[in-house]
């Protein structure tokens, strides 16, 4: 089972930009769909962004797209997310995942999880 770290979060100003790392270690990287979640304190956790095992599917969901970048490199075990114009209610908790499912689904069991990463919008 693959072992998850997360770098790059922090406090920026609205409209500024903000790339979040994950790296992983421990399984194949890439057979894994990978994603990157965030929670708010009191709400429950969303996938805002997932990338299959070798970027051959990409999905976003509205509020990010078109501002946030989810990409991979296998050759470095590593997932990243550009985000860029941010929005004070982009603050949140962001959090990296994989699954063994080949693409995401409502359903898609997530098998390994980073600790977490706090990123912070001021308006």
């Known amino acids: 089972q693959v072992q998850l770290v997360e770098s790059g979060g922090g406090l920026v100003q609205a409209g500024d930009s903000l790339r979040l790392s994950c790296t992983a270690s421990?399984?194949?990287?890439?057979?894994?769909?990978m994603a990157w979640f965030r929670q708010i304190p009191g709400k429950e956790r969303v996938s805002i962004a997932a990338?299959?095992?070798?970027?051959?599917?990409?999905w976003y969901i509205a509020a990010v797209k078109d501002r946030f970048t989810i990409s991979r490199d296998n050759a470095k075990s590593t997932v990243d997310l550009q985000m860029d114009n941010l929005k004070p209610e982009d603050t949140a908790v962001y959090y990296c995942?994989?699954?063994?499912?080949?693409?995401?689904?409502?359903?898609?069991?997530?098998?390994?999880w980073g600790q977490g990463s706090q990123v912070t919008v001021s308006s």
């Open positions: 421990g399984g194949d990287f890439s057979t894994y769909l």
């Open positions: 995942a994989a699954s063994t499912d080949e693409l995401l689904r409502p359903n898609t069991k997530w098998a390994s």
């Open positions: 990338i299959s095992a070798h970027s051959n599917n990409i």
